[in-house]
């Protein structure tokens, strides 16, 4: 081995290592939906959006906790410090999947039924994206030889990106038909929501603006 990791390095990737496994496990054992659809969707999703808006916000601070961490000289960094920062990475991965099973956990009602998916997607991504942040991390500590060939870099790089404009693009598609036809059948319409839908509130905070819409 060329080269070997600091011990906080090491550290903080097996700290990794059950967040990966609680975010593979929240993808295969999805709740299927049961019993009573839900009866208002709006405000399934406003709640959702609003609440998924205010846990993503935290994670750039959180990943600027990470970073520094690991930018540290091994001898200036304690456990207590990285338990602290891995607890509140811990908090937004059991707070994104309990968002995510709570939407699948009921079914939608089957007029909007393909909009259940669409809206379960805007939170897989940011699930994905943490999975494979993670992953590198674990692979780069425990193959450091092979991470410095693939990145080119000595240094674990925590860098996270988040962006759900393609999932948000297609929900907000599918919502907009859903209305133009109801508006043409006069039966059933979508409610209007007060203060933003399910992927704008996440937009809102994913593009740094507030995207307006019809009311």
């Given amino acids: 081995m060329l080269y070997t990791i600091p011990r906080h390095y090491q550290i903080i990737a097996d700290e990794f290592k059950p967040l990966i496994r609680s975010i593979q496990t929240a ?18 999703m406003d709640s959702i959006g609003s609440r ?23 001898e200036e960094v304690g456990i207590k410090q990285i338990k602290d920062s891995m607890g509140q990475v811990a908090a937004v991965v059991e707070q994104l999947i309990g968002m995510f099973h709570k939407l699948w956990k009921r079914p939608f009602p089957s007029q909007f039924a393909n909009g259940q998916s669409l809206a379960s997607a805007m939170l897989e991504r940011p699930l994905r994206d943490l999975l494979g942040l993670f992953e590198a991390v674990v692979e780069a500590a425990e193959d450091p030889d092979a991470a410095v ?3 080119g870099n000595k240094r674990i790089e925590f860098n996270l990106t988040l962006s759900i404009d393609e999932e948000a693009a297609a929900f907000i598609e599918w919502k907009q038909d ?5 508006r043409s059948m006069h039966q059933y319409q979508l409610r209007k929501e007060k203060d933003g839908s399910f992927a704008e509130l ?5 593009l740094g603006v507030w995207i307006g819409h019809d009311r």
Avoid at 202 to 206: E, Q
Wanted: negative net charge; proline residues 7%.
């Fill in 27 to 44: 993808f295969v054992h999805r709740p299927v939906p049961s019993g009573e659809a839900y009866a208002d969707i709006g405000d399934l």
């Fill in 149 to 151: 060939v693939k990145y």
């Fill in 52 to 74: 998924a808006s205010e846990t993503l916000a935290t994670l750039p601070s959180v990943v600027e906790s990470l970073s520094k961490i690991l930018s540290l000289p091994e």
């Fill in 202 to 206: 996440l937009l809102a905070f994913l």
């Fill in 178 to 182: 859903v209305e133009m036809r109801a």
